[in-house]
């Protein structure tokens, strides 16, 4: 487009971007022809952890946070973030490791608050005797017997 003279503010139209990068972009064409407008790569630092070596992270949180030497199976950001150190040498913020867990396709999950002294044999036979007494009423307790209609059924 440039060598055809076509305005910098067509092209930006075109491509859908800022002219300032349209300004920009032919600079460097000016100063370097075509080569100098290929893609530089991705910007940033080089990830420290490669695809092969989180795949290998991957199949250890898989196996679970006692495979890992944990003393339960939950993992924390903090925990992934150590076994990521232990397998591949590089150390990572908590924070970050949200980031490389979501590329995985990884998400938040929170585990369900349970008493640990809850006993749930008592609690289905709680709830097979004492709910349905419960949810129809009190012995004895008021029922609309005139329209025909429990509170139930509306």
Same mark, same amino acid.
């Given at each position: ?17 800022? $002219?300032?990068? @349209?300004? %920009?972009?032919? +600079? ?5 022809? =075509?080569?100098?407008? /290929? ?54 913020? $908590?924070?970050? @490791?949200? %980031?490389?867990? +979501? ?5 938040? =999950?929170?585990?369900? /608050? ?41």
């Amino acid at each position: 487009m440039f060598a055809r003279r076509v305005p910098q503010a067509q092209i930006a139209r075109e491509l859908g971007t800022d $002219p300032r990068n @349209v300004s %920009r972009w032919y +600079r460097r064409w000016q100063d370097g022809g =075509q080569e100098a407008l /290929r893609s530089r790569g991705a910007p940033g630092r080089t990830p420290g952890v490669t695809r092969e070596q989180l795949a290998e992270v991957e199949q250890a949180l898989l196996a679970g946070a006692r495979a890992s030497g944990f003393d339960n199976d939950l993992w924390t950001l903090a925990r992934v973030a150590k076994v990521i150190e232990q397998r591949t040498g590089v150390a990572h913020h $908590p924070g970050h @490791v949200w %980031r490389l867990l +979501r590329g995985l396709g990884w998400s938040v =999950q929170r585990p369900a /608050r349970r008493a640990s002294e809850r006993d749930d044999a008592a609690v289905a036979q709680w709830v097979k005797n004492q709910w349905p007494r419960i949810k129809r009423g009190q012995p004895g307790a008021r029922q609309s017997s005139s329209s025909g209609t429990s509170p139930d059924s509306h």
